[in-house]
Antibody
């Protein structure tokens, strides 16, 4: 069965970076886009960008450009999202999400606290 | 970017009654190649990731109870819960996957009256 397992929860200081991993299993890793969505405490869902693991192509939301990096490792079927120059506004739960036209599988989410 | 607007922001419905949530997009979500609307509905309970209920505006995800249904086309969409159960208390989001940034509605909080 499809699983997306995330790791990397942490408390970070302002100005630092955070790197979150998302290990995929149960499907052909290179066939689907992987998106990242975040949710600040008590607020809604915010799209950050996507990566296509087959060739590493990426596309980011304008507000994160220059501050976000998404990479993939086909040997371990893992995608990574790194966000730099953190501020308190980046405190949120970060999700990786598989896109099969629509979002069909979500990771469990990782809380990043910037304090 | 396509703007998604849900109404109402919150809703209280009695058990067994119908709940209706609306979603409006700033441009048509009708995908010409398959004549389907690129609109999904998600349910999110506290401490959990969102779960897809409906995609292509009206296709129910496998395992989702048939009391959940989606309708609409173009720019106006509706999620209907025909007979509210206690486990349906959650926040509901619509999302477009038609083009560009995958934008979400602001969410509708559904509670029991």
């Amino acid at each position: 069965q499809v699983q997306l397992v995330q790791s990397g929860a942490d408390v970070k200081k302002p100005g630092a970076s955070v790197k979150i991993s998302c290990k995929a299993s149960g499907y052909t890793f290179t066939t689907y886009y992987m998106h990242w969505v975040r949710q600040a405490p008590g607020l809604g869902l915010e799209w950050m960008g996507w990566i296509f693991p087959k060739n590493g192509d990426t596309n980011f939301a304008q507000k994160f450009q220059g501050r976000v990096t998404m990479t993939s490792d086909t040997s371990t079927t893992t995608v990574y999202m790194e966000l730099s120059r953190l501020t308190s506004d980046d405190t949120a739960v970060y999700y990786c999400v598989r896109e099969n036209w629509y979002y069909d599988y979500w990771g469990q989410g990782i809380l990043v606290t910037v304090s | 970017d396509i703007v998604m607007t849900q109404s109402p922001d919150s809703l209280a419905v009695s058990l067994g009654e119908r709940a209706t949530i609306n979603c409006k997009s700033s441009q048509s979500l009708l995908y010409s190649s398959n004549n389907k609307n690129s609109l999904a509905w998600f349910q999110q309970k506290p401490g959990q990731p969102p779960k897809v209920l409906i995609y292509w505006a009206s296709t129910r995800e496998s395992g989702v109870p048939d009391r959940f249904s989606g309708s609409g086309s173009g720019t106006d969409f509706t999620l209907t819960i025909s007979s509210l159960q206690a486990e349906d208390v959650a926040v509901y989001y619509c999302q477009q996957y038609y083009s560009g940034p995958r934008t979400f509605g602001q969410g509708t909080k559904l509670e029991i009256k």
